[in-house]
């Protein structure tokens, strides 16, 4: 009698072992990015501004330009989990003064992250962020960009711990 294996338990090897290997592929090839922004960024007033986070801390698929456009471009379809936050400099808010921090898909609002308006006089570096989650094609871009009515330009803060954008394919 031969000690060959079974063909049972050979296609049974081969389809864990092809699980597995898809799975670290899954893994390695995900999308994944994360841009920051250290250094400041003039946001003049009442205009939707593009945030230029020019530094990539990682990029797993090579899809986000930091160069020239400031976009991500999906290179795969599936769900995606876009978080972004942006700090501007220390200011003096008054009542009736805003700010709008918004995710433009293809070159249109698809939703805003934050937005408010200040009821009273405060002064504060001013924070915003937010979490979206999309259904994106292959091809679909996304930037971030901000609106603020302060009276004039403002800075962003230069400090990327809070200026960030990070993108995750869900699946």
């Known amino acids: 009698m031969s000690l060959e294996r079974l063909p049972v338990i050979n296609t049974l090897e081969q389809k864990i072992n092809n699980r597995y290997s898809k799975l670290e592929i899954d893994t390695i090839v995900n999308s994944q990015a994360k841009v920051t922004k250290n ?93 979206i989650i999309d259904k994106a094609s292959i091809g679909s871009y996304y930037e971030v960009y901000i609106y603020q009515g302060s009276g004039g330009a403002l800075n962003t803060h230069t400090d990327a711990r809070y200026n960030s954008f990070t993108i995750q394919r869900l699946g």
């Open 39 to 131: 250094n400041a960024q003039s946001i003049p007033n009442t205009t939707y501004t593009k945030i230029q986070y020019d530094d990539e801390v990682y990029d797993t698929l090579n899809e986000y330009d930091s160069g020239v456009n400031y976009r991500f471009t999906c290179s795969k379809a599936g769900t995606y989990m876009f978080k972004a936050d942006i700090m501007f400099t220390n200011k003096s808010w008054t009542a009736g003064e805003q700010i709008r921090f918004a995710l433009y898909k293809n070159g249109v609002i698809l939703s805003h992250f934050d937005r408010f308006e200040y009821q009273g006089n405060n002064t504060e570096y001013l924070y915003a962020s937010g979490v």
